[in-house]
């Protein structure tokens, strides 16, 4: 069997080429990457005012080449999802222009390294972090899919994190071009990805699932916990040999503390017949979310709330039910966490308010001149009314809300709505809605039936 068509990882030895003082409209200011076939640059664009990354075919390659040809492959799998790709966790494509000499890719710039600084022995990152990148890692993977997209070249490599201090703030998935588009029309290369994280199918040439990318991450969560990849060897054949024939050394053997569960889940995604490993990218990161609601992740030194532990908090609450993947990662990091004690007030009769509340844990009681009318819990909105009131004098409290248990709401204001996307807004307005209609039809039931409400 001839070696798959691999992935670069490192440049070609050349001598250093000038930089580059402009490509196409943007402006060069530095370069940040580079392959056998191509380079990536951090440039500026003066039309909207912010960096972005340029990634080049490097020029002078031969037309009639094999890396030219794969090349322009890979650049029309990538240029194929120019605005295709909206999701907080994958880096956007912005623009593709097939310049005839050399054409290029426009991406958003995300400032940070890739996982590759963390797959060391000496680098290891704690077991919340690892599990909360797996978690944002499988649910951009799975936006992908249900775009129709099969990555297959998931690899520590391209999957870029940004940094918080020493603390990683959050994670992209990058780098599209062994893309295998479910819904092109046309002929795609089939065998391509980078060795140590491929399927057994994808390394056979088969025909691909989500599957193959729930082998490549488990791979990669796999290479984050140990500090050595599933299979590893010197050459190529010993590593595919591995990979249909080879068990992989348990975890539990190569770093202490690591869950049960998880190790469960990774041995599972590397499961050689494909039909063993979880069944979707739902499956997948339920189990993941799992490990996080039942604290089986080991904090460590990691004492912030995780991402993943909100997204799966609001996921479960009414008020977000019609809110997709994309729209609740945007509340995650739009909205004002708050944390509140027993007897605190959220909001007091007479005040003039333009904020409201969503409570996600805990509860709060409504109080109307000194007398408890109403107990609210996870999953009530408070203070919508005086939010959405056209005019200052429908904005003041008619009662007094205050913590009954203790309580963690999602705070927003006319501000921080104004961050989230239109769609986003749309949802909280539809979300709204189904608020005041059962609020007048508890009123109306009330009037008509009050011993029924009592």
Same mark, same amino acid.
């Given at each position: 069997?001839?070696?798959?068509?691999?992935?670069?990882?490192?440049?070609?030895?050349?001598?250093?080429?000038?930089?580059?003082?402009q490509?196409?409209?943007?402006?060069?200011?530095?370069?940040?990457?580079?392959g056998?076939?191509?380079?990536?640059?951090?440039?500026?664009?003066?039309?909207?005012?912010?960096?972005?990354?340029?990634?080049?075919?490097?020029?002078?390659?031969?037309?009639?080449?094999?890396?030219?040809?794969?090349?322009q492959?890979?650049?029309?799998?990538?240029?194929?999802?120019?605005?295709?790709?909206?999701?907080p966790?994958?880096?956007?494509?912005?623009?593709a222009?097939?310049?005839?000499?050399?054409?290029?890719?426009?991406?958003?710039?995300?400032?940070?390294?890739?996982?590759?600084?963390?797959?060391?022995?000496?680098?290891?990152?704690?077991?919340?972090?690892?599990?909360?990148?797996?978690?944002?890692?499988?649910m951009?993977?799975?936006?992908?899919?249900?775009?129709?997209?099969?990555?297959?070249?998931?690899?520590?490599?391209?999957?870029?994190?940004?940094?918080?201090?020493?603390?990683?703030?959050?994670?992209?998935?990058?780098?599209?071009?062994?893309v295998?588009?479910?819904?092109?029309?046309?002929?795609?290369i089939?065998?391509?990805?980078s060795?140590?994280?491929?399927?057994p199918?994808?390394?056979?040439?088969?025909?691909?699932?989500?599957?193959?990318?729930?082998?490549s991450?488990?791979?990669?969560?796999?290479?984050?916990?140990?500090?050595?990849?599933?299979?590893?060897?010197v050459?190529?054949?010993?590593?595919?040999?591995?990979?249909?024939?080879?068990?992989?050394?348990?975890?539990?053997d190569?770093?202490?503390?690591?869950?049960?569960?998880?190790?469960?889940?990774?041995e599972?995604?590397?499961?050689?017949?494909?039909?063993?490993?979880?069944?979707s990218w739902?499956?997948?990161?339920?189990?993941l979310? @799992?490990?996080?609601?039942?604290?089986q992740?080991?904090?460590? =030194?990691?004492? /912030?709330? *995780?991402?993943?532990? !909100?997204?799966? &908090?609001?996921?479960t609450l009414?008020?977000?039910?019609?809110?997709?993947?994309?729209?609740?990662?945007?509340?995650?990091?739009?909205?004002?966490?708050?944390?509140?004690?027993?007897?605190?007030?959220?909001?007091?009769?007479?005040?003039?308010?333009?904020?409201?509340?969503?409570?996600?844990?805990?509860?709060?009681?409504?109080?109307?001149?000194g007398?408890?009318?109403?107990?609210?819990?996870?999953?009530?909105?408070?203070?919508?009314?005086a939010?959405?009131?056209?005019?200052?004098?429908?904005?003041?409290?008619?009662?007094?809300?205050?913590?009954?248990?203790?309580?963690?709401?999602?705070?927003?204001?006319?501000?921080?709505?104004?961050?989230?996307?239109?769609?986003?807004?749309?949802?909280?307005d539809? @979300?709204?809605i189904?608020?005041l209609v059962r609020?007048?039809? =508890?009123?109306? /039931?009330? *009037?008509?039936?009050? !011993?029924?409400i &009592?």
């Open positions: 069997m001839p070696p798959p068509r691999l992935a670069a990882t490192e440049p070609a030895p050349a001598a250093a080429a000038p930089l580059p003082v490509i196409g409209k943007y402006r060069i200011k530095s370069k940040i990457g580079e056998a076939t191509s380079e990536v640059f951090l440039a500026h664009d003066p039309f909207r005012g912010h960096d972005v990354a340029i990634k080049r075919v490097r020029p002078g390659l031969m037309p009639d080449s094999r890396e030219s040809h794969f090349q492959r890979f650049f029309a799998a990538e240029a194929a999802l120019v605005g295709r790709l909206n999701h966790n994958v880096v956007q494509i912005l623009d222009v097939a310049d005839d000499e050399a054409p290029y890719l426009v991406m958003e710039y995300v400032p940070g390294v890739t996982l590759r600084r963390y797959c060391r022995a000496d680098s290891l990152l704690p077991m919340a972090q690892i599990i909360e990148i797996g978690f944002k890692c499988a951009a993977l799975g936006y992908c899919f249900r775009q129709g997209l099969i990555h297959r070249d998931v690899k520590p490599a391209n999957l870029l994190v940004t940094l918080d201090g020493d603390q990683i703030a959050d994670v992209k998935v990058t780098d599209f071009g062994s295998f588009n479910l819904g092109a029309d046309h002929t795609q089939y065998r391509v990805g060795l140590a994280y491929m399927s199918e994808q390394l056979d040439g088969d025909v691909l699932d989500c599957r193959a990318d729930i082998y991450l488990s791979a990669v969560l796999y290479h984050l916990i140990a500090g050595r990849p599933p299979f590893d060897a050459q190529q054949q010993a590593i595919m040999h591995q990979i249909f024939h080879g068990t992989v050394p348990p975890l539990g190569l770093r202490e503390g690591v869950p049960p569960a998880l190790v469960q889940l990774i599972t995604g590397l499961a050689k017949e494909r039909e063993l490993r979880p069944a739902d499956e997948y990161s339920q189990a979310s @799992a490990l996080i609601k039942d604290r992740q080991g904090r460590g =030194a990691l004492q /912030e709330v *995780l991402d993943s532990e !909100r997204y799966t &908090l609001l996921r009414e008020f977000f039910t019609g809110f997709g993947d994309v729209e609740l990662w945007e509340v995650v990091h739009r909205a004002r966490w708050q944390r509140h004690t027993y007897g605190q007030a959220l909001f007091r009769k007479g005040e003039e308010g333009n904020a409201f509340h969503i409570v996600t844990q805990g509860q709060v009681e409504v109080y109307r001149d007398r408890s009318v109403a107990s609210l819990g996870a999953g009530s909105s408070v203070g919508e009314m939010y959405l009131a056209p005019s200052p004098d429908l904005r003041v409290h008619s009662v007094d809300i205050l913590v009954s248990q203790p309580a963690t709401t999602v705070a927003f204001t006319p501000e921080t709505m104004e961050q989230l996307s239109l769609a986003t807004r749309h949802l909280f539809k @979300a709204f189904g608020v609020r007048l039809h =508890a009123a109306h /039931e009330s *009037l008509a039936h009050p !011993r029924r &009592l």
